[in-house]
């Protein structure tokens, strides 16, 4: 049965590089998996294509028209055959870019896109508006995974998020679930115990403690994935069990999102 | 507006604020309005005004053009979609063209005021018209005449009055502005520029010249304001309205303009003796009013005619139409009187 995820979180948070690595491994774990970006800004699968910004759906719908556009227009095979999408979306500051991602997705289905093992949807920072729900909405992403460090507002971002969740997925047809929390760690002390314990509190868990490591960076500088540029390394293995964990994650559940007083207090108890 | 479909709720003028706005804009000769937002905001809005014009009997196609918005000029805003409706319009021989906002651009956020500065060659006249807002019908109509009249520069006074805010959507607007007409004339005064019904560019840009501005109703009180603040024109607040009204109206104008009006006013006060005798029939009777969609500043005007007519207001007596708006002048009481006779006697 394919499974579909998404992943959330504050803006610039390492969404899309969990979500660029989460693929590698998944795809070197032998499975079809198909990435799609859906941030205007359209960096998502970047690493996955070897630095290289692919056409997004929406360009392609502006400059063609939807009538002119065929499957391999939009889908782009990266490492190890990872199948990548960008949504893409309006420039900065015009426009609407949740109407725009509502729009792809009406395209993809249309297409017959929405296939494979794993589809991994990569989302922009909040779920600031009805458009950028839509991969949790409809029966797309069924599992939702929370990426956050323990710095406050990024838990907040997290948090927020919880809140959209348990509105969805109070819905009668609604499948979307939250599937657990991913801590991208900024190394602060006690981070990851801070995040486990946020997770527990919005009744989920902590899936993957990923911890800072600059291979990150040097695999991004040679526009790669860390599965790929550094296959044997600490940070590789990290993101290898979380696609093992992700794969075997059987606990779904609706959030119970915490109250900013709490929020706050639980921070300071893990200064 | 209203979630209450009762005929009692509904209206002409109780809808969107881009409808308001229409009234208006589309009564410039020589204008062009453009509709920014999908092709169906354009369809609706030119239906009404079509089939009220009709009824009006003026047959006249109102000048509209939507920009047409599609998904994708909402996914990646419409301003570029404007851009060529104002240049497509800029090239139909007009003195200026009006652009009016829908929900959907105002929504994603537009810079619409940025595109209307740009150059085409015509004026361009952005009036902010989203209904979702929580603006009513009286908003557009006030800011789309606020935003015409500030295009007319103050010029030297003349004796004459303009027209304030007649209510283009209404069923009496021609017979009222005909009493009005009939009232000023009584007194010698003529009127300068509807504003704003029927007229050009170059009429609007007269608006300065009044020396008095008669409003249409208390509604667009904000409209008189704006006026007297830009060109230093008193404003008489309304319509004239009831028989006691209508004689102050009479006295208030010639007042204004320094005439007299002791023999209008003695022929107003016969014409209004007349029609008490043509409606003695009438006189003792006992009504109730029909309130349906009725503004409340007609039923002051009832009572004083019920009351010269000894006529008893009970409300299980036999029911007598009223107009929505307060009838205008001494002869909008006398259509008044006929609706209720053949009411009376049904």
Redesign the interface.
């Known amino acids: 049965m394919m499974k579909q995820i998404a992943l959330y979180g504050k803006g610039g948070i390492g969404k899309s590089t969990t979500s660029a690595n989460l693929s590698a491994a998944l795809s070197l774990q032998g499975l079809d998996i198909l990435q799609i970006g859906c941030d205007p800004k359209r960096d998502s699968t970047r690493m996955l294509m070897h630095g290289n910004f692919i056409p997004t759906v929406?360009d392609l719908?502006?400059v063609r028209g939807e009538a002119n556009i065929s499957l391999s227009d939009i889908v782009y095979t990266g490492f190890n055959g990872v199948r990548c999408v960008e949504a893409g979306?309006?420039?900065p500051g015009?426009?609407?870019?949740g109407?725009?991602i509502i729009?792809t997705f009406q395209l993809l289905e249309k297409f017959g896109a929405l296939t494979g093992d794993v589809i991994v949807y990569d989302v922009l920072g909040d779920v600031v508006c009805g458009g950028f729900a839509m991969p949790m909405r409809e029966g797309y992403a069924q599992d939702i995974y929370l990426v956050t460090s323990g710095e406050l507002m990024s838990l907040y971002a997290a948090n927020n998020i919880c809140k959209a969740i348990k509105r969805l997925s109070s819905r009668t047809k609604s499948t979307c679930r939250l599937a657990g929390v991913i801590c991208n760690a900024k190394n602060q002390p006690r981070e990851e115990e801070l995040v486990g314990e946020f997770a527990r509190r919005v009744n989920s868990s902590l899936i993957q403690y990923i911890p800072r490591d600059r291979v990150v960076q040097l695999a991004e500088l040679n526009r790669k994935t860390v599965l790929e540029y550094d296959p044997d390394s600490a940070q590789a293995a990290q993101y290898r069990s979380l696609a093992s964990r992700i794969m075997e994650n059987t606990r779904f559940t609706i959030p119970t999102p915490l109250e900013i007083d709490d929020l706050e207090s639980l921070a300071i108890e893990f200064i | 507006m209203t979630l209450n479909p009762s005929p009692l709720n509904l209206s002409r003028s109780g809808g969107c604020t881009l409808t308001g706005a229409l009234s208006v804009t589309t009564h410039v000769r020589d204008a062009i309005t453009i509709i920014h937002g999908p092709k169906g905001c354009t369809h609706h809005n030119f239906s009404l005004l079509h089939a009220t014009a009709v009824e009006n009997e003026r047959v006249s196609l109102p000048d509209i053009i939507s920009t047409g918005l599609s998904e994708s000029d909402i996914i990646f805003g419409g301003e570029g979609a404007l851009r060529q409706t104002l240049d497509k319009a800029a090239l139909q021989n007009c003195s200026v063209i009006f652009v009016l906002s829908t929900c959907l651009v105002e929504t994603i956020g537009d810079d619409v005021a940025a595109v209307c500065h740009g150059s085409y060659g015509v004026p361009v006249i952005q009036i902010p018209t989203a209904g979702f807002l929580g603006g009513t019908f009286q908003n557009g109509v006030n800011n789309a005449l606020n935003a015409i009249a500030d295009t007319a520069e103050p010029c030297p006074k003349v004796v004459c009055v303009n027209i304030i805010g007649e209510k283009n959507l209404e069923y009496e607007v021609e017979e009222n502005y005909a009493e009005v007409c009939r009232l000023l004339g009584a007194i010698g005064i003529p009127v300068n520029v509807r504003f704003l019904r029927d007229c050009s560019v170059r009429d609007i840009s007269r608006l300065g010249a009044a020396r008095l501005n008669i409003l249409r109703d208390a509604e667009v009180w904000a409209v008189g304001e704006r006026l007297r603040y830009r060109f230093d024109t008193p404003y008489i607040p309304s319509f004239p309205v009831g028989f006691a009204g209508t004689i102050r109206f009479l006295e208030e104008v010639a007042c204004c303009f320094g005439v007299k009006c002791a023999r209008a006013v003695h022929e107003e006060k016969s014409l209004q003796d007349e029609i008490l005798t043509e409606f003695k029939d009438i006189a003792g009777t006992s009504v109730s009013f029909d309130p349906a969609g009725v503004a409340s500043g007609t039923f002051p005007v009832a009572n004083e005619v019920a009351g010269h007519f000894g006529i008893t207001i009970d409300p299980d007596s036999p029911t007598v139409p009223l107009q929505l708006s307060p009838p205008v002048g001494t002869n909008g009481i006398r259509h008044m009187l006929h609706r209720w006779r053949r009411a009376i006697h049904a």
Do not use: F, H, S, Y
């Not at chain 1, 015009?94 to 870019?97: L, T």
């Open positions: 929406m719908v502006r979306g309006p420039e015009v426009g609407c870019a109407r725009g729009a």
